[in-house]
């Protein structure tokens, strides 16, 4: 019999990516993902960037308060030496590591683990944010996810960043970022 594609890969690994913009659930798709893993008691380990610190210290918590506890880290090398044990490792916004992520995942599927890897696929230019549009590349498994247009109530695939400012990166929530679709996105001046 042959199984159809959607079905779990046996006997290797493999990248799933949940990609898309603020609000749209990717952090509770991930957890999601995990607490299924943990009853099915698969060893996983979870890991946030130091730089994400919004809603906890020691966790990832999405939007709607859900959480769990995570292994926090500078670097995605470091995920690499503290995962050996785990069979599900899941990375919280991964767009806030640079392209050693892809290297990283990529070798931990190859060593037969499973990578759950969420993050921004566009920043508030609705540019590509690197490394999650690698990621995509790579990965067995994609999942875009969509938030609701706080102007028109259309699918939302953008971040709005409601300030004007240069950098790049900028680290909030609802206090400097909204959902918006197409239409209603504009790059701030700045």
Same mark, same amino acid.
């Given at each position: 019999?042959?199984?159809?594609?959607?079905?779990?890969?046996?006997?290797?690994?493999?990248?799933?990516?949940?990609?898309?913009? *603020?609000?749209?659930?990717?952090?509770?798709?991930?957890? @999601?993902?995990? @607490?299924?893993?943990?009853?099915?008691?698969?060893?996983?380990?979870?890991?946030?960037?130091?730089?994400?610190?919004?809603?906890?210290?020691?966790?990832?918590?999405?939007?709607?308060?859900?959480? *769990?506890?995570?292994?926090?880290?500078?670097?995605?090398?470091?995920?690499?030496?503290?995962?050996?044990?785990?069979?599900?490792?899941?990375? =919280?916004?991964?767009?806030?590591?640079?392209?050693?992520?892809?290297?990283?995942?990529?070798?931990?599927?190859?060593?037969?683990? @499973?990578?759950?890897? $969420?993050?921004?696929?566009?920043?508030?230019?609705?540019?590509?944010?690197?490394?999650?549009?690698?990621?995509?590349?790579? $990965?067995?498994?994609?999942?875009?996810?969509?938030?609701?247009?706080?102007?028109?109530?259309?699918?939302?695939?953008?971040?709005?960043?409601?300030?004007?400012?240069?950098?790049?990166?900028?680290?909030? $929530?609802? =206090?400097?970022?909204?959902?918006?679709?197409?239409?209603?996105?504009?790059?701030?001046?700045?």
């Amino acid at each position: 019999m042959i199984n159809p594609p959607h079905f779990t890969p046996q006997n290797t690994g493999w990248i799933e990516v949940i990609a898309g913009c *603020m609000f749209s659930g990717k952090t509770e798709e991930l957890i @999601r993902r995990l @607490r299924r893993a943990e009853i099915a008691k698969q060893r996983v380990m979870i890991f946030k960037p130091k730089i994400d610190n919004r809603y906890s210290e020691y966790e990832i918590v999405s939007h709607s308060e859900q959480s *769990m506890k995570a292994v926090i880290v500078n670097s995605a090398q470091e995920i690499y030496e503290q995962a050996k044990d785990a069979e599900v490792i899941g990375i =919280d916004e991964g767009q806030f590591f640079d392209d050693e992520l892809v290297k990283v995942c990529n070798r931990l599927a190859d060593e037969g683990k @499973r990578v759950i890897v $969420a993050g921004l696929d566009q920043d508030y230019k609705g540019e590509p944010f690197e490394p999650i549009p690698k990621l995509l590349a790579v $990965a067995e498994y994609i999942t875009k996810t969509l938030a609701i247009c706080v102007v028109c109530g259309n699918p939302a695939d953008r971040t709005q960043r409601k300030i004007a400012t240069g950098e790049r990166v900028l680290v909030g $929530a609802t =206090d400097l970022y909204e959902a918006r679709c197409r239409k209603c996105h504009y790059i701030p001046e700045g």
